[in-house]
């Protein structure tokens, strides 16, 4: 008998829960092996649920229990929860989370210890939620040379942009409307600005490149301030304007990774994933491009991915060999101004002849971009590709001839 | 030291070869042991090849070789490749295979000789090419109760059906393309009449429902009796005709199973996967709809497929458990006459108000479809949700009414 505890009872959590209980038949099958919850870790009381007797409020039951072999760390956050993920590795009991979060802060010393006290630490939930992304990547997609992933990787943000897509809806209305249907939270700022994203991708880039990458290395923006006009402007180029993480290895072993809004092409297989669903692009030499394509939050979904964790390690119990990257290093995550792209840019302008002839002049060429409704003092265009930081001097430049820089979206044409 | 023998050098066998090499030092490392390539069987010789000297002409000495643990099938055809395949698995000789012609013929045999055995039988590639989709249904879904899969399963027939609806080719010049191409074989029966999506849906369906589905028990039409006209019909109903391959799980245990071209919307995620690429959605009752898009086919994505179950073999040599389902069982597969669906339906008439309204008095009400450059003498309209059998009842009825039936065709409107 394999027994388990869950850290937490809240959206996760319960849904952990009820995953377990509706399929116990066939995911025991599955499992090959008998196993039971045995304590839910929260601080709050639910006499209500036929599982009532199993909450617990303190850890130490847990920690000290020798028969608890699998713990399910869904409480989010990092404080109680690496320290307790961190005790349940160092005392050899294998760990699962969702916690985006502590992957993305922690992911390779929880590895490192978890390896040393032959433990596993599986976190497939951490990554678009019910999608299957972590293990195919480490498992399917094994004999690859992995080039890039790139993805829409947050679906708050994806179901504002859509609605400012698709219905004209303005941010703030788009983003009240998404806090109603609880895809937002109240406070809003992880998803809008683009930090669950780049914890994201972080951990992708982590296990794609086998080494740990960190949010604070990453160059995240998120999509406060797009407007409708960027996305009428992005429809007149030829496409829509989506939050992409992206990710990609360089030739000399240094990887470029960013979170930005960005134009994107309406054939990419990115472009038509909407509401808040999530796409994930995985590039590799052999496979070429393969999309994994689903709800990426959600009770259900995430619960289902931390049992699938839960299936395998019971399965494989102290046999399991998975998963495993490098620590972080200094100068591995490239300077983002050093990275090259396409933009899209618009500036304000009396005269838009003059503002287009200096553009051509500093960046080469431009093309420009025209759209209905434009606005008056206004002109927009699309660079040459070129890397970020020479966009910004050339800016720089456009600035003092008197041309506002109005706003900048990267181009990625090749998703 | 793990040692691999490869049967077959064709197409895929030269692509597993040339991953193996080109990505070495990585696939060694994600394997965490040392393998190598010992024998490849082949009858044809080549000496140019840097690994010339691994080729062998028979079989008998990889068989008696106690040193190789892995043999990889990619010969295609069941003569000799099951007599191969079951002597290896006897004798404790794991097998990793891209034929799903065998998969869908021998599938539960071959992995309870496995099984018996403490081997394994590995055939991702079977399916998908080089997407992730088998292991992902095992292990990332395990937590779900799967209700359905369906899928884009052939990508020949799916280049032939993107010519026809975006440059409106006929079938006869659209598959001369794909042959110029490469993407057809010259004799191309088994993908336009649909054998090959059987295949792989059937093996979907084992997997996911765990007893052996046969594909003679599933009812396959394939795209050749299409025409432009039936392209421009789904155009005008608001959608694209794809070949689909679709198993679900009925309320009585028991499956329905179907390979056939059909109507799917416009905003279905399977509507915009074109060319050769192939697309799976699977659906579960935690996870909602994931699907899984790539190159279902071509030498590397397939070798990349191949050469992940090799390494996840050499990975877990002895220890890993994987796959099992029942053998075949009488009655599984639901009779697809008995199989509801909604139908578009064309008829040949002199009166098309006749027509239409015998088909509302047999039908109970129809939906009439009317498309540009509809033919003259001609009628067409959606059915009801309706059995099949019943649908099949009614259009004899409007034959006897001297109605002519032109062509039949389902609407997945769910996908």
Redesign the interface.
Known sequence: MVYIAVLGHGVVGS?VLE??Y??NK??LS?A?IDMDIKYILDLRDFPELPYAEKFVKSFDPIINDPEVKIVVEVMGGLDPSYDYVKRCLLSGKSVVTSNKALVAAYGAELLEIAKNNNANFLF?ASVGG???IL??IS???????IREISGILNGTTNFILTKMISEGMAFDEALALAQKLGYAERNPAADVEGMDACRKICILASLAFGRHVYPEDVHTEGITSLTLQDVKYASAWGGVIKLIGRVRKLDDGHIAAIVCPAFIEKSS?LA?IDDVFNGIMVR????????????GA?K??T??????D???EA??LG???YVYWLPAEDGYVCDYLKASSVFFVRVGTQDKAAALKSADSLFGKVTEVVCPDMPKNEAAFITPELPEGELERALASLSSLDFSIISKIRVLSDL
Chains 1, 2 share one sequence.
């Open positions: 849904g995953v377990f509706k399929n066939s995911i599955k090959g497939e019910g999608i299957p293990r195919p498992q399917c997609l094994a004999a690859n040379e297989q038509g590799g030499d052999a496979i070429g491009d393969v999309v994994f394509y689903g709800r959600g259900l979904p619960a289902s991915a931390v049992v699938a839960i299936i395998d399965k494989h046999a399991r060999k």
